[in-house]
């Protein structure tokens, strides 16, 4: 087993990977930018090195400043969290030369993974489920509009190099198809400095649901469910679920069937995420692979009863699984609390937390990095907590979310809350009606004072 774990990241994040360490007697190393001195992850880590400035690209994104924390402080693993080096194929690869074990993807599948279309390929090599689309890239336009013509309109164009939503366009008629080409190739080689485009049938108003999975060492994979992050806004999560309330039983038997097919065929090791997209038939389509921890994998672990740092740093050092898959106990959601005001198009709010109050009792998680007199710094993201209820039934969690919304206090800066418990009072979300297309028609009501 490994004895010191760097962490390659801050936040909450990082102190989520501390607290399993320490449960496993495995000695911390924190790395910090200069603005995150004060942060909690560096107060409970065993050792702390600071690696740069404040932007990023300077700190928690400097390989070699990563590299030299570990090696000065004897590390024999760096655990990346989420972000940042986390699918980082060449910091992989820097880990691997220089003997420390990455508790991530290696080179070759975070490339595989990564790549788009060379992902929906091997999925479909696989047996997984796909959109009906191209084979692949286009090569011209003039293959785009056969594409488009054979599959039929609406379709969806995409960047292999994608995520977040760029590069990517739905196109209703070949009117419109010129436009879109050209455009989403000038985003996708001005963002990723690639513009290979891949064509699908434009699945209309679908779910996101991602299956956790687990591979070992040996080949072989389990899955843990699934979890329903159909709340998104700009393409950021703001919510998530499991088990999902559009779920049933043999959908999820067939979907974690194909998810294990998938993390076996390309010899997965690690935690990681098969996410699909569902139509209002229950048809299911491989999406993208993660080959990371991600935010919501607590609500996982909190209807299953199992630690997924726990199982990455054990898979890491070499240990099986036991194979068998799992479902949910209990019905589990969280809400991300972000630093920004939801009156205000969600526009960041970094600053000084003058007054925190922290929910608990029973059935209440709280993830957070965060503590009264603690100051936000602009230079990352926005999330600054998450609030996960536990409980037997989904109408339980809600009113247990509602509950520790209100017990909520943090003042200062401008929060996500307000947002969070209109949510738990929505008819649709309430009752279980969402898809992606929920937020382009939510409003905030003014706030009641
Ligand atoms: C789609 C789709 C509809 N049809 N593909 C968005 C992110 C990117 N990774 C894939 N995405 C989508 N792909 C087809 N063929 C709709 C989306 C999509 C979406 C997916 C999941 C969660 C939120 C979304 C918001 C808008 C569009």
């Known amino acids: 087993m490994f004895k010191k774990i760097l962490i390659a990241n801050r936040g909450e994040i990082a102190l989520r990977v501390i607290r399993t360490c320490r449960e496993m007697g495995i ?120 594409v488009a013509a054979e599959i039929g309109y609406p379709v969806m164009m995409k960047a292999t190099a994608g995520g977040g939503g760029k590069g990517m366009r739905a196109i209703w008629k070949e009117e419109e198809l010129e436009k879109a080409w050209e455009s989403a190739r000038m985003e996708a080689a001005a963002a990723f400095g690639n513009d290979g485009m891949y064509m699908e049938k434009l699945i209309e108003e679908p779910r996101h649901i991602e299956i956790q999975v687990v591979g070992d060492s040996f080949g072989k994979a389990c899955h843990l469910s699934e979890r329903d992050c159909s709340v998104q806004r700009r393409h950021q ?4 679920e499991t088990p999902s309330p559009f779920m049933t039983d043999e959908l999820r038997h067939k979907m974690g069937e194909a998810a294990v097919k998938a993390a076996e065929y390309i010899q997965y090791e690690g935690a990681g995420t098969v996410e699909f997209l569902v139509d209002k038939h229950r048809n299911f389509y491989f999406m993208e692979m993660n080959t990371r921890i991600q935010v919501e994998h607590p609500i996982t672990e909190q209807v299953i009863d199992y630690d997924l740092i726990r199982e990455q740093i054990l898979v890491a050092a070499g240990v099986p699984i036991s194979g068998k898959n799992y479902l949910p106990q209990l019905h589990s959601i969280e809400c991300r609390i972000n630093a920004e005001d939801p009156y205000n198009d969600f526009r960041p709010s970094p600053g000084k937390i003058t007054v925190l109050h922290a929910p608990g009792g029973h059935g209440v998680r709280l993830d957070t990095h965060v503590y009264a007199g603690y100051t936000i710094p602009s230079n990352y993201d926005s999330m600054i907590a998450k609030l996960i209820t536990t409980a037997q039934t989904r109408e339980e969690a809600i009113s247990k979310m509602k509950r520790a919304l209100d017990e909520f206090v943090i003042e200062g800066i401008k929060t996500t809350i307000p947002f969070h418990r209109q949510l738990m009072d929505e008819p649709d979300y309430v009752a279980g009606n969402y898809t992606t297309k929920f937020m382009e028609s939510f409003k905030m009501k003014e706030p009641k004072n």
């Open 27 to 146: 000695k911390t190393v924190a790395v910090y930018s200069t603005v995150d001195a004060d942060s909690l992850h560096v107060k409970f880590a065993d050792e702390a090195v600071c690696i740069g400035p404040a932007p990023s690209n300077q700190s928690y994104l400097k390989m070699a400043n990563i590299i030299a924390a570990a090696e000065i402080t004897n590390a024999d693993a760096i655990h990346p969290g989420y972000g940042f080096l986390s699918e980082n194929a060449k910091f992989s690869k820097i880990c691997q030369e220089h003997g420390i074990k990455f508790i991530g993807a290696s080179p070759e599948m975070i490339d595989k993974m990564g790549d788009k279309a060379t992902a929906k390929a091997t999925m479909k090599a696989a047996g997984v489920p796909c959109v009906p689309g191209s084979e692949g890239i286009l090569d011209s336009y003039e293959d785009a509009v056969k």
């Open 237 to 240: 999560k703001l919510t998530e």
